[in-house]
Protein backbone atom coordinates (compact mmCIF):
# COMPACT_ATOMS: atom_id res chain seq x y z
CA UNK A 1 0.00 0.00 0.00
CA UNK A 2 1.31 3.26 -0.77
CA UNK A 3 1.31 6.27 1.70
CA UNK A 4 0.73 9.84 0.92
CA UNK A 5 1.44 13.41 2.27
CA UNK A 6 -2.18 14.00 1.40
CA UNK A 7 -5.19 11.86 0.44
CA UNK A 8 -8.43 13.19 -1.03
CA UNK A 9 -11.58 10.61 -1.17
CA UNK A 10 -14.91 10.25 -2.04
CA UNK A 11 -15.02 13.73 -4.00
CA UNK A 12 -16.03 13.83 -7.70
CA UNK A 13 -13.59 15.37 -9.78
CA UNK A 14 -13.87 17.77 -12.46
CA UNK A 15 -11.53 19.01 -15.21
CA UNK A 16 -12.05 20.93 -18.16
CA UNK A 17 -12.83 17.70 -20.33
CA UNK A 18 -14.23 14.76 -17.59
CA UNK A 19 -15.50 14.00 -14.66
CA UNK A 20 -15.31 10.61 -12.44
CA UNK A 21 -15.03 9.54 -8.99
CA UNK A 22 -11.60 9.28 -7.92
CA UNK A 23 -8.97 9.76 -5.12
CA UNK A 24 -6.16 12.01 -5.73
CA UNK A 25 -2.71 11.04 -3.81
CA UNK A 26 -0.31 13.69 -3.11
CA UNK A 27 3.31 13.57 -2.40
CA UNK A 28 5.95 16.50 -1.94
CA UNK A 29 3.46 18.91 -3.68
CA UNK A 30 2.73 17.06 -6.39
CA UNK A 31 -0.29 14.70 -7.28
CA UNK A 32 1.49 11.80 -7.58
CA UNK A 33 -1.63 9.00 -8.03
CA UNK A 34 -5.05 9.61 -9.07
CA UNK A 35 -7.50 5.83 -8.55
CA UNK A 36 -9.04 4.16 -6.61
CA UNK A 37 -8.22 2.38 -3.03
CA UNK A 38 -5.03 4.16 -3.15
CA UNK A 39 -4.16 3.26 0.28
CA UNK A 40 -2.63 5.33 3.55
CA UNK A 41 -1.61 8.86 3.77
CA UNK A 42 -0.56 11.27 6.49
CA UNK A 43 -3.54 13.75 6.31
CA UNK A 44 -6.70 12.36 4.87
CA UNK A 45 -9.77 14.79 3.11
CA UNK A 46 -13.20 13.46 3.26
CA UNK A 47 -14.79 15.15 0.18
CA UNK A 48 -18.17 13.62 0.23
CA UNK A 49 -20.45 15.09 -1.56
CA UNK A 50 -17.85 18.00 -2.55
CA UNK A 51 -16.34 18.84 -6.38
CA UNK A 52 -12.87 18.27 -6.61
CA UNK A 53 -11.14 21.16 -8.95
CA UNK A 54 -8.07 22.12 -10.42
CA UNK A 55 -7.29 25.38 -8.43
CA UNK A 56 -8.25 28.13 -10.45
CA UNK A 57 -5.93 30.89 -12.28
CA UNK A 58 -6.54 34.85 -12.13
CA UNK A 59 -5.43 35.60 -15.10
CA UNK A 60 -6.03 39.49 -15.30
CA UNK A 61 -5.74 41.93 -12.06
CA UNK A 62 -3.79 44.36 -10.81
CA UNK A 63 -1.98 43.76 -7.42
CA UNK A 64 -0.04 46.50 -5.91
CA UNK A 65 0.64 48.44 -9.22
CA UNK A 66 0.85 52.62 -9.88
CA UNK A 67 -1.60 53.68 -12.61
CA UNK A 68 -0.68 56.19 -15.29
CA UNK A 69 -2.08 58.43 -12.76
CA UNK A 70 0.32 57.33 -10.42
CA UNK A 71 -2.40 55.90 -7.91
CA UNK A 72 -1.28 53.00 -6.05
CA UNK A 73 -3.90 49.72 -5.81
CA UNK A 74 -5.26 49.20 -2.53
CA UNK A 75 -4.45 45.47 -2.71
CA UNK A 76 -0.18 44.67 -2.06
CA UNK A 77 0.70 41.17 -2.81
CA UNK A 78 -0.25 39.80 0.18
CA UNK A 79 -4.08 41.36 0.37
CA UNK A 80 -4.20 40.23 -2.59
CA UNK A 81 -2.98 36.57 -2.70
CA UNK A 82 -4.87 35.87 0.66
CA UNK A 83 -8.26 37.26 -1.29
CA UNK A 84 -7.47 35.01 -4.03
CA UNK A 85 -6.97 32.00 -2.25
CA UNK A 86 -10.30 32.35 -0.46
CA UNK A 87 -12.27 32.67 -3.30
CA UNK A 88 -10.59 29.26 -5.05
CA UNK A 89 -7.44 30.63 -7.13
CA UNK A 90 -3.98 29.10 -6.34
CA UNK A 91 -2.21 31.12 -8.90
CA UNK A 92 -2.72 34.57 -10.58
CA UNK A 93 -0.57 36.70 -12.79
CA UNK A 94 -1.05 40.72 -12.18
CA UNK A 95 1.31 43.07 -14.11
CA UNK A 96 4.36 44.71 -14.13
CA UNK A 97 3.35 48.26 -15.42
CA UNK A 98 5.55 50.21 -17.34
CA UNK A 99 4.93 53.82 -18.03
CA UNK A 100 6.42 56.34 -19.97
CA UNK A 101 10.19 56.93 -19.67
CA UNK A 102 10.87 53.51 -17.70
CA UNK A 103 12.99 50.59 -18.02
CA UNK A 104 10.75 47.37 -18.48
CA UNK A 105 13.69 45.52 -16.63
CA UNK A 106 13.63 47.74 -13.66
CA UNK A 107 9.89 47.76 -13.65
CA UNK A 108 9.95 43.83 -13.69
CA UNK A 109 12.57 44.14 -10.93
CA UNK A 110 10.03 46.22 -9.04
CA UNK A 111 6.84 44.31 -9.18
CA UNK A 112 9.35 40.92 -7.86
CA UNK A 113 10.78 42.69 -5.33
CA UNK A 114 7.01 43.42 -4.01
CA UNK A 115 5.87 40.52 -4.72
CA UNK A 116 8.39 38.00 -3.27
CA UNK A 117 7.60 38.31 0.64
CA UNK A 118 3.97 38.84 0.31
CA UNK A 119 2.23 36.55 -1.87
CA UNK A 120 1.10 33.29 -0.51
CA UNK A 121 -0.09 31.68 -3.81
CA UNK A 122 2.02 31.65 -6.69
CA UNK A 123 2.70 33.78 -9.30
CA UNK A 124 3.68 34.52 -12.96
CA UNK A 125 4.10 38.56 -14.30
CA UNK A 126 2.45 40.20 -17.72
CA UNK A 127 4.06 43.15 -18.81
CA UNK A 128 2.32 46.41 -19.94
CA UNK A 129 4.36 47.91 -22.51
CA UNK A 130 3.32 52.12 -22.41
CA UNK A 131 7.01 53.32 -24.22
CA UNK A 132 8.49 50.47 -26.29
CA UNK A 133 11.48 52.61 -27.48
CA UNK A 134 14.19 51.06 -29.58
CA UNK A 135 16.11 49.71 -26.49
CA UNK A 136 12.45 47.92 -24.99
CA UNK A 137 11.97 46.04 -28.07
CA UNK A 138 15.18 45.05 -29.45
CA UNK A 139 17.30 44.34 -25.83
CA UNK A 140 14.97 44.46 -23.06
CA UNK A 141 11.37 42.43 -24.16
CA UNK A 142 13.44 39.33 -25.81
CA UNK A 143 15.67 39.51 -22.60
CA UNK A 144 12.91 38.73 -20.43
CA UNK A 145 10.40 36.96 -22.63
CA UNK A 146 13.52 34.22 -22.52
CA UNK A 147 13.43 34.83 -18.81
CA UNK A 148 9.34 33.66 -18.38
CA UNK A 149 7.72 36.97 -18.83
CA UNK A 150 5.97 35.59 -21.82
CA UNK A 151 2.47 38.09 -22.02
CA UNK A 152 2.62 41.39 -22.35
CA UNK A 153 -0.48 43.90 -22.64
CA UNK A 154 -0.84 46.94 -24.63
CA UNK A 155 -3.50 50.14 -24.50
CA UNK A 156 -5.58 51.31 -27.29
CA UNK A 157 -6.70 53.92 -24.87
CA UNK A 158 -5.90 55.96 -22.06
CA UNK A 159 -3.82 59.10 -23.06
CA UNK A 160 -0.35 58.00 -20.81
CA UNK A 161 -0.89 54.58 -21.81
CA UNK A 162 -1.63 54.04 -25.26
CA UNK A 163 0.13 52.92 -28.26
CA UNK A 164 -0.63 54.09 -31.71
CA UNK A 165 -1.07 51.00 -34.92
CA UNK A 166 2.53 51.21 -35.81
CA UNK A 167 4.03 50.60 -32.42
CA UNK A 168 1.48 47.79 -31.98
CA UNK A 169 2.57 46.25 -35.16
CA UNK A 170 6.36 46.06 -33.84
CA UNK A 171 4.96 44.49 -30.87
CA UNK A 172 3.09 41.91 -32.43
CA UNK A 173 5.71 41.32 -34.87
CA UNK A 174 8.12 40.89 -31.89
CA UNK A 175 5.82 38.46 -29.78
CA UNK A 176 5.65 36.46 -33.07
CA UNK A 177 9.09 35.64 -33.57
CA UNK A 178 9.62 35.55 -29.65
CA UNK A 179 6.82 33.03 -29.06
CA UNK A 180 5.19 35.80 -26.88
CA UNK A 181 1.37 36.53 -26.40
CA UNK A 182 -0.43 40.15 -26.67
CA UNK A 183 -2.77 41.22 -24.27
CA UNK A 184 -5.20 44.26 -25.69
CA UNK A 185 -7.32 46.36 -24.25
CA UNK A 186 -9.14 47.87 -27.13
CA UNK A 187 -11.26 51.10 -26.80
CA UNK A 188 -11.07 53.48 -29.16
CA UNK A 189 -9.27 56.46 -27.36
CA UNK A 190 -10.56 59.29 -29.71
CA UNK A 191 -14.01 58.36 -29.70
CA UNK A 192 -14.11 58.24 -25.88
CA UNK A 193 -12.86 61.62 -25.28
CA UNK A 194 -14.36 62.66 -28.47
CA UNK A 195 -18.17 62.08 -26.12
CA UNK A 196 -16.42 62.95 -23.04
CA UNK A 197 -15.52 66.58 -24.25
CA UNK A 198 -19.05 66.88 -25.18
CA UNK A 199 -20.55 65.39 -22.07
CA UNK A 200 -18.45 67.66 -20.02
CA UNK A 201 -19.25 71.07 -22.48
CA UNK A 202 -22.94 70.30 -21.78
CA UNK A 203 -22.33 70.26 -17.49
CA UNK A 204 -22.79 65.99 -17.84
CA UNK A 205 -20.33 65.26 -14.76
CA UNK A 206 -21.90 62.21 -13.08
CA UNK A 207 -20.20 58.70 -12.50
CA UNK A 208 -22.80 57.69 -14.90
CA UNK A 209 -21.66 59.23 -17.79
CA UNK A 210 -18.90 57.05 -17.84
CA UNK A 211 -20.93 54.97 -19.37
CA UNK A 212 -22.18 57.02 -21.85
CA UNK A 213 -18.69 57.99 -22.43
CA UNK A 214 -17.28 55.14 -23.64
CA UNK A 215 -19.70 53.76 -26.17
CA UNK A 216 -19.63 50.19 -27.41
CA UNK A 217 -18.71 51.72 -30.58
CA UNK A 218 -15.37 52.59 -29.03
CA UNK A 219 -14.66 48.55 -28.18
CA UNK A 220 -15.95 47.30 -30.76
CA UNK A 221 -14.09 49.42 -33.90
CA UNK A 222 -10.93 48.63 -31.42
CA UNK A 223 -11.12 45.12 -31.36
CA UNK A 224 -11.36 44.80 -34.86
CA UNK A 225 -8.71 46.98 -35.65
CA UNK A 226 -6.42 44.94 -33.10
CA UNK A 227 -7.65 41.90 -34.75
CA UNK A 228 -6.80 43.09 -38.28
CA UNK A 229 -3.68 44.05 -36.99
CA UNK A 230 -2.52 40.59 -36.02
CA UNK A 231 -4.30 38.68 -38.97
CA UNK A 232 -1.36 41.19 -40.47
CA UNK A 233 1.56 39.62 -39.15
CA UNK A 234 -0.21 36.18 -38.02
CA UNK A 235 0.21 37.34 -34.38
CA UNK A 236 -1.04 35.27 -31.52
CA UNK A 237 -3.91 38.05 -29.64
CA UNK A 238 -5.82 37.70 -26.22
CA UNK A 239 -8.57 40.54 -26.39
CA UNK A 240 -9.23 41.39 -22.78
CA UNK A 241 -12.24 42.64 -20.59
CA UNK A 242 -14.62 41.96 -23.51
CA UNK A 243 -18.18 43.52 -22.56
CA UNK A 244 -20.49 44.33 -25.71
CA UNK A 245 -21.92 42.04 -28.56
CA UNK A 246 -20.40 43.53 -31.69
CA UNK A 247 -16.92 43.08 -29.87
CA UNK A 248 -17.07 39.79 -28.99
CA UNK A 249 -18.85 38.87 -32.38
CA UNK A 250 -15.17 39.69 -33.95
CA UNK A 251 -13.73 37.54 -31.70
CA UNK A 252 -15.49 34.52 -32.51
CA UNK A 253 -15.36 35.84 -36.53
CA UNK A 254 -11.89 35.86 -35.58
CA UNK A 255 -12.03 31.94 -34.50
CA UNK A 256 -14.19 30.97 -37.03
CA UNK A 257 -11.62 31.90 -39.35
CA UNK A 258 -9.00 30.07 -37.99
CA UNK A 259 -7.06 32.80 -36.58
CA UNK A 260 -5.26 32.55 -33.21
CA UNK A 261 -7.46 35.44 -31.32
CA UNK A 262 -8.91 34.79 -27.73
CA UNK A 263 -11.39 35.80 -26.08
CA UNK A 264 -11.59 37.19 -21.97
CA UNK A 265 -14.44 38.52 -20.16
CA UNK A 266 -15.22 39.66 -16.45
CA UNK A 267 -17.61 39.04 -14.06
CA UNK A 268 -18.76 42.71 -13.83
CA UNK A 269 -20.15 41.71 -17.42
CA UNK A 270 -22.55 39.14 -16.38
CA UNK A 271 -23.74 40.85 -13.23
CA UNK A 272 -23.56 44.80 -13.65
CA UNK A 273 -25.14 47.21 -15.91
CA UNK A 274 -24.52 50.29 -16.94
CA UNK A 275 -27.54 51.42 -14.32
CA UNK A 276 -25.33 50.84 -11.48
CA UNK A 277 -23.79 53.71 -12.07
CA UNK A 278 -27.26 55.79 -11.93
CA UNK A 279 -26.89 56.78 -8.30
CA UNK A 280 -27.52 59.24 -5.95
CA UNK A 281 -24.19 61.28 -5.45
CA UNK A 282 -20.92 59.93 -6.30
CA UNK A 283 -22.22 56.05 -5.93
CA UNK A 284 -21.74 55.62 -9.17
CA UNK A 285 -18.30 55.67 -9.07
CA UNK A 286 -17.86 52.04 -7.19
CA UNK A 287 -19.12 50.86 -10.60
CA UNK A 288 -16.51 52.46 -12.46
CA UNK A 289 -13.76 50.68 -14.70
CA UNK A 290 -13.49 50.09 -18.52
CA UNK A 291 -15.27 48.73 -20.79
CA UNK A 292 -18.22 49.68 -18.53
CA UNK A 293 -21.00 47.59 -17.52
CA UNK A 294 -23.16 47.61 -20.70
CA UNK A 295 -27.09 46.50 -20.70
CA UNK A 296 -28.94 43.65 -20.19
CA UNK A 297 -28.49 42.64 -23.83
CA UNK A 298 -25.31 42.69 -23.49
CA UNK A 299 -25.17 40.37 -20.61
CA UNK A 300 -26.61 37.69 -22.39
CA UNK A 301 -24.10 38.11 -25.58
CA UNK A 302 -21.62 37.88 -23.08
CA UNK A 303 -23.03 34.48 -21.27
CA UNK A 304 -23.33 33.30 -24.79
CA UNK A 305 -19.97 33.77 -25.94
CA UNK A 306 -18.62 31.79 -22.69
CA UNK A 307 -20.61 29.01 -24.05
CA UNK A 308 -19.84 29.27 -27.92
CA UNK A 309 -16.51 29.41 -28.00
CA UNK A 310 -15.82 33.37 -27.78
CA UNK A 311 -14.10 33.25 -24.79
CA UNK A 312 -12.09 31.13 -23.16
CA UNK A 313 -10.56 33.01 -20.10
CA UNK A 314 -12.84 34.37 -17.41
CA UNK A 315 -10.57 36.32 -15.45
CA UNK A 316 -11.24 39.45 -12.53
CA UNK A 317 -9.26 42.29 -13.70
CA UNK A 318 -9.11 42.90 -9.74
CA UNK A 319 -8.29 47.08 -9.75
CA UNK A 320 -8.98 47.71 -6.57
CA UNK A 321 -9.29 51.38 -5.91
CA UNK A 322 -10.71 52.17 -2.78
CA UNK A 323 -13.85 54.80 -2.21
CA UNK A 324 -11.96 57.74 -0.83
CA UNK A 325 -9.53 60.35 -1.65
CA UNK A 326 -6.44 57.76 -2.24
CA UNK A 327 -8.60 55.63 -5.14
CA UNK A 328 -11.77 56.48 -6.92
CA UNK A 329 -11.79 60.14 -5.68
CA UNK A 330 -8.03 61.33 -5.84
CA UNK A 331 -8.74 64.10 -8.38
CA UNK A 332 -11.36 65.21 -5.70
CA UNK A 333 -14.92 64.21 -4.35
CA UNK A 334 -16.63 66.29 -7.22
CA UNK A 335 -14.27 64.94 -9.48
CA UNK A 336 -15.91 64.93 -13.30
CA UNK A 337 -16.82 60.98 -14.51
CA UNK A 338 -13.58 61.01 -16.59
CA UNK A 339 -11.55 61.89 -13.72
CA UNK A 340 -13.10 59.02 -11.46
CA UNK A 341 -10.20 56.05 -10.75
CA UNK A 342 -10.92 53.48 -13.38
CA UNK A 343 -11.62 49.39 -12.22
CA UNK A 344 -13.86 47.18 -9.86
CA UNK A 345 -12.39 44.78 -7.53
CA UNK A 346 -13.79 41.01 -7.48
CA UNK A 347 -10.82 38.56 -7.10
CA UNK A 348 -12.44 36.66 -4.54
CA UNK A 349 -15.90 36.40 -6.28
CA UNK A 350 -14.96 35.23 -9.57
CA UNK A 351 -14.91 31.81 -9.18
CA UNK A 352 -18.06 31.55 -6.51
CA UNK A 353 -20.46 34.17 -8.70
CA UNK A 354 -19.60 32.32 -12.00
CA UNK A 355 -20.24 29.18 -10.42
CA UNK A 356 -23.73 30.12 -8.77
CA UNK A 357 -24.99 32.05 -11.66
CA UNK A 358 -23.33 30.00 -14.25
CA UNK A 359 -23.11 25.92 -13.48
CA UNK A 360 -26.01 26.34 -10.94
CA UNK A 361 -28.35 28.20 -13.23
CA UNK A 362 -27.72 25.44 -15.86
CA UNK A 363 -25.51 28.36 -18.14
CA UNK A 364 -22.01 26.04 -18.49
CA UNK A 365 -21.29 22.80 -17.54
CA UNK A 366 -18.83 22.43 -14.50
CA UNK A 367 -16.06 21.40 -17.03
CA UNK A 368 -16.28 24.73 -19.17
CA UNK A 369 -16.35 26.41 -15.89
CA UNK A 370 -13.05 24.58 -14.93
CA UNK A 371 -12.07 24.93 -18.59
CA UNK A 372 -12.80 29.16 -18.17
CA UNK A 373 -11.36 29.93 -14.37
CA UNK A 374 -8.26 27.62 -14.67
CA UNK A 375 -7.36 25.30 -17.56
CA UNK A 376 -7.70 27.14 -20.63
CA UNK A 377 -5.59 30.51 -18.52
CA UNK A 378 -2.49 27.69 -18.18
CA UNK A 379 -2.69 26.46 -21.62
CA UNK A 380 -2.85 30.06 -23.34
CA UNK A 381 -0.28 31.78 -20.42
CA UNK A 382 2.05 28.75 -20.60
CA UNK A 383 1.96 27.29 -16.96
CA UNK A 384 0.43 24.23 -18.47
CA UNK A 385 0.30 20.93 -17.37
CA UNK A 386 1.95 22.29 -14.39
CA UNK A 387 -0.94 24.62 -13.37
CA UNK A 388 -4.96 24.70 -14.29
CA UNK A 389 -5.07 20.57 -14.56
CA UNK A 390 -5.24 17.42 -12.15
CA UNK A 391 -3.19 14.80 -13.80
CA UNK A 392 -0.05 12.65 -12.29
CA UNK A 393 3.02 15.19 -12.17
CA UNK A 394 1.04 17.92 -11.67
CA UNK A 395 1.13 20.76 -9.00
CA UNK A 396 -1.18 19.67 -6.17
CA UNK A 397 -3.26 22.78 -6.56
CA UNK A 398 -6.28 21.90 -5.71
CA UNK A 399 -10.12 23.50 -4.65
CA UNK A 400 -12.36 21.46 -2.83
CA UNK A 401 -16.02 23.04 -3.57
CA UNK A 402 -19.17 22.63 -1.75
CA UNK A 403 -21.84 22.84 -4.00
CA UNK A 404 -24.37 23.23 -1.52
CA UNK A 405 -22.89 26.18 0.95
CA UNK A 406 -25.10 29.14 0.35
CA UNK A 407 -23.47 32.72 1.00
CA UNK A 408 -24.82 36.32 0.81
CA UNK A 409 -21.54 38.89 -0.09
CA UNK A 410 -20.66 41.03 1.80
CA UNK A 411 -17.72 43.68 2.09
CA UNK A 412 -16.94 42.37 5.72
CA UNK A 413 -16.76 38.42 4.40
CA UNK A 414 -14.08 39.12 1.81
CA UNK A 415 -10.11 39.54 2.66
CA UNK A 416 -8.97 42.15 -0.12
CA UNK A 417 -8.20 45.22 1.25
CA UNK A 418 -11.36 46.85 -0.01
CA UNK A 419 -14.17 49.04 1.27
CA UNK A 420 -16.53 48.18 -1.03
CA UNK A 421 -17.73 44.85 -3.53
CA UNK A 422 -19.72 45.83 -6.28
CA UNK A 423 -21.44 42.53 -5.64
CA UNK A 424 -23.02 43.12 -1.95
CA UNK A 425 -26.26 41.45 -0.78
CA UNK A 426 -25.64 39.14 -3.96
CA UNK A 427 -26.66 35.62 -2.65
CA UNK A 428 -24.39 32.48 -4.48
CA UNK A 429 -24.64 28.87 -3.70
CA UNK A 430 -21.18 26.94 -4.18
CA UNK A 431 -17.75 28.29 -2.38
CA UNK A 432 -14.72 26.23 -2.12
CA UNK A 433 -14.38 24.49 1.48
CA UNK A 434 -10.58 23.83 1.07
CA UNK A 435 -8.06 25.53 -1.38
CA UNK A 436 -4.65 23.08 -1.52
CA UNK A 437 -1.43 25.12 -2.96
CA UNK A 438 1.50 22.75 -4.11
CA UNK A 439 0.22 20.21 -1.35
CA UNK A 440 -0.39 22.91 0.92
CA UNK A 441 -3.68 23.78 2.84
CA UNK A 442 -4.09 27.13 2.05
CA UNK A 443 -7.14 27.80 3.04
CA UNK A 444 -9.52 25.38 5.71
CA UNK A 445 -12.26 26.33 7.72
CA UNK A 446 -12.37 29.41 6.54
CA UNK A 447 -9.01 30.00 7.91
CA UNK A 448 -5.75 31.04 6.29
CA UNK A 449 -2.93 27.76 6.51
CA UNK A 450 0.14 29.14 4.63
CA UNK A 451 2.55 31.96 5.27
CA UNK A 452 3.61 35.09 3.64
CA UNK A 453 5.92 34.85 1.22
CA UNK A 454 5.52 31.24 0.90
CA UNK A 455 4.19 31.38 -3.37
CA UNK A 456 6.04 31.08 -5.71
CA UNK A 457 7.17 32.91 -8.83
CA UNK A 458 6.57 31.18 -12.28
CA UNK A 459 8.56 31.72 -14.89
CA UNK A 460 6.39 31.02 -18.26
CA UNK A 461 6.97 29.34 -21.85
CA UNK A 462 7.19 30.52 -24.60
CA UNK A 463 4.89 29.04 -27.36
CA UNK A 464 5.42 29.66 -30.73
CA UNK A 465 6.48 26.39 -31.73
CA UNK A 466 2.98 24.66 -30.16
CA UNK A 467 0.56 26.67 -29.61
CA UNK A 468 -1.86 26.38 -26.81
CA UNK A 469 -5.06 25.65 -28.36
CA UNK A 470 -3.46 24.84 -32.48
CA UNK A 471 -5.11 25.60 -35.39
CA UNK A 472 -5.14 22.82 -37.51
CA UNK A 473 -5.80 24.71 -41.83
CA UNK A 474 -2.56 25.92 -42.89
CA UNK A 475 -2.30 29.84 -43.22
CA UNK A 476 -4.57 31.43 -45.40
CA UNK A 477 -3.00 33.78 -48.25
CA UNK A 478 -4.11 37.16 -46.48
CA UNK A 479 -2.46 35.60 -43.07
CA UNK A 480 0.91 34.53 -44.79
CA UNK A 481 1.86 37.76 -46.83
CA UNK A 482 1.66 39.91 -43.07
CA UNK A 483 4.31 36.51 -41.43
CA UNK A 484 6.29 37.23 -44.77
CA UNK A 485 7.15 40.90 -43.81
CA UNK A 486 8.81 39.97 -40.30
Known amino acids: MNKYDLLIKNGMVHTAVE ?12 ITAIGQNLGHAERVIDAKGMLVLPGGIDAHCHIEQESSTRIMTADDFYSGSVSAAFGGNTTFLPFAAQHRGQSL ?3 VD ?17 LIISDPTQNVLEVELPSLIKEGYTSFKVYMTYEMLK ?6 LDILALARRHGALTMVHAENNEVINWISDRLIQRGYNAPKFHAVSHSPVAESEASRRAIDLARLVDARM ?8 EAAHSILQARNNE ?6 TCPQYLFLTAKDLDQEGMEGAKYCCSPPPRDKASQEAIWKGLKNGTFQVFSSDHAPYRYDESGKFHAGRDASFNKIANGVPGLETRM ?16 EFVALTSTNAAKIYGLYPRKGSLVIGSDADIAIWDPKWVRTIKKEMLHDNMDYTPYEGMEVKGWPRVVISRGRMAVEEETLKVDRGSGEF ?25 AKLL
Open 19 to 30: SFEAEIGVSEGK
Open 105 to 107: REV
Open 110 to 126: TARERARNKAVIDYGLH
Open 163 to 168: INDREM
Open 238 to 245: LIVHVSEA
Open 259 to 264: LTIYGE
Open 352 to 367: PLLFSEGVGKGRITIN
Open 458 to 482: LPRTPAEAGRELPISSPLSPSRNFG
